[in-house]
């Protein structure tokens, strides 16, 4: 098992804009995030969950829908290779908590 805080995510809605000539390109909220989350990822103990993993997001209640955080967080656990693949998470429970920004636990399906 594994547990992380990063920051709060983006929403889906704003994790990539229409550049014309490009087409869909990653939003520099976006990225700013990602690199932002990276260096707090990097900064504690953290370890590959290996195979099916089940996931829980906990989130800083805010403005927004809380199944709009979980893209971002899925696609940062890939990125850092903190999980195999999101076509490997059997389960995501996503819910607002009292945690300082947005906690994200992993574990073995």
Same mark, same amino acid.
């Given at each position: 098992?594994?547990?992380i805080?990063i920051?709060?995510p983006?929403?889906?809605?704003k994790?990539f804009?229409?550049?014309?000539g490009?087409?869909?390109?990653?939003?520099?909220?976006?990225?700013k995030?990602r690199?932002?989350?990276?260096?707090?990822?990097?900064?504690?103990p953290?370890?590959?969950?290996?195979? !099916?993993?089940?996931?829980?997001?906990e +989130? !800083?209640?805010?403005?927004?829908?809380? @199944?709009?955080?979980v893209?971002? +967080?899925?696609?940062?656990?890939?990125?850092h290779?903190l999980?195999? @693949?999101?076509k490997?998470?059997?389960s +995501?429970?996503?819910?607002?908590? @009292?945690? @300082?920004?947005c906690?994200?636990?992993?574990?073995?399906a």
């Amino acid at each position: 098992m594994m547990v992380i805080d990063i920051p709060v995510p983006p929403s889906t809605n704003k994790l990539f804009v229409n550049v014309p000539g490009r087409g869909r390109v990653k939003s520099s909220e976006y990225r700013k995030w990602r690199d932002t989350a990276g260096r707090s990822i990097q900064s504690q103990p953290h370890a590959k969950v290996p195979g !099916r993993v089940s996931i829980t997001i906990e +989130v !800083r209640r805010g403005r927004g829908d809380i @199944d709009n955080k979980v893209k971002a +967080v899925l696609d940062l656990l890939v990125l850092h290779r903190l999980i195999d @693949d999101d076509k490997h998470v059997e389960s +995501v429970t996503a819910r607002w908590s @009292d945690v @300082d920004s947005c906690r994200v636990t992993v574990e073995a399906a």
